[in-house]
């Protein structure tokens, strides 16, 4: 699936009519289990990208070419959309247009930019926001970066839960009034929050991991919310699995008495071994076994 195709689909989700969970995707292998579910979108989020790439916590270590190699790597793996949490854009707003420059061209189908302050400032332990005119800044110099008129941009505020509900509605209806596609915000706790962030813009809205209060899918959507991102489970999982199994083996565990590894032939359709071994045959004058 060509970058436009992959954008479409992302920018058919905003225009619908139903709120979407996406697979949380890291790596090559996240991103083709989730296509393979049948999953419509992936979110690659700025944590798991800290994990899978750095080991580190989401203390924005990782630079804007780690990001967006990975990216690239997932593009080539599989055709599912994908939208990047793109953090702070790396910098200010110059360096959110290279942000963005980037990400399109490692196949991204969408990313977000964020009001947060990032790196944490020194001294604070609580997390802060740039000012309004820094946001708005940003947000149209990632707008003004994009060269294919289908990636999606996506304005993100953080403002719920670090300054007021109010704030976060007024830095939103800047963002929307500057072009963005979608609007994200983290930190809605209530229902009534919900309901005025609705009221008072008209883009699709994306939430981060709604609480129980907000997780009813049906009502999401008729809030516009088209997405909901659910956390990030799949690597977590992920590395407990690896924690155990190799636990095991240092225990001495033998390697054909563990337990809860992938069958040969789930790997066989990860790898896409019967693509690769028809390749072998078309290019290499291979025989087929």
């Known amino acids: 699936m060509a970058w436009r195709d992959r954008r479409g689909a992302l ?6 009519s139903a709120c979407v969970r996406p697979a949380s995707v890291y790596d090559a292998i996240s991103i083709r289990i989730a296509d393979d579910l049948g999953f419509g979108l992936g979110m690659f989020g700025g944590s798991v990208a800290s994990l899978a790439i750095l080991g580190d916590p989401d203390i924005a270590l990782i630079t804007l070419t780690e990001l967006s190699e990975q990216m690239r790597r997932m593009a080539r793996a599989a055709a599912l959309p994908v939208l990047v ?3 702070h854009g790396y910098g200010n707003a110059l360096n959110v247009r290279r942000t963005v420059q980037e990400l399109e061209a490692a196949g991204a189908a969408g990313l977000t930019i964020e009001d947060t302050l990032l790196p944490q400032a020194y ?4 997390p802060q926001l740039i000012s309004h005119d820094e946001g708005l800044g940003k947000i149209k110099a990632a707008l003004d970066a994009r060269l294919d008129p ?3 941009i996506v304005g993100r505020t ?6 007021s509900l109010d704030d976060a509605i007024e830095r939103a209806v800047a963002y929307e009034a500057a072009g963005v596609d979608a609007l994200f915000f983290t930190g809605v706790k209530t229902r009534d929050q919900l309901a005025a962030i609705s009221v008072a813009t008209t883009l699709p809205i994306v939430l981060g991991s709604p609480p129980a209060e907000l997780a009813d899918w049906d009502y999401l959507a008729v809030q516009r919310v ?3 991102v659910q956390g990030h489970a799949p690597i977590a999982a992920a590395t407990e699995a690896v ?5 095991a083996i240092r225990a001495g565990v033998a390697p054909k008495q563990l337990t809860g590894l992938a069958s040969a032939e789930l790997i066989d359709q990860i790898t896409r071994a019967d693509l690769v071994a028809e390749r072998g045959v078309h290019f290499l004058g291979l025989k087929r076994p």
């Not at 924690?243 to 636990?247: A, M, Q």
């Open 11 to 16: 920018r058919s989700i905003l225009s619908g």
């Open 85 to 87: 949490d793109a953090d």
């Open 123 to 126: 001294g604070e332990a609580k």
């Open 150 to 152: 289908s990636l999606v």
């Open 158 to 163: 953080g403002a719920c839960a670090i300054s």
């Open 226 to 228: 088209r997405i909901a």
């Open 243 to 247: 924690h155990k199994t190799l636990s």
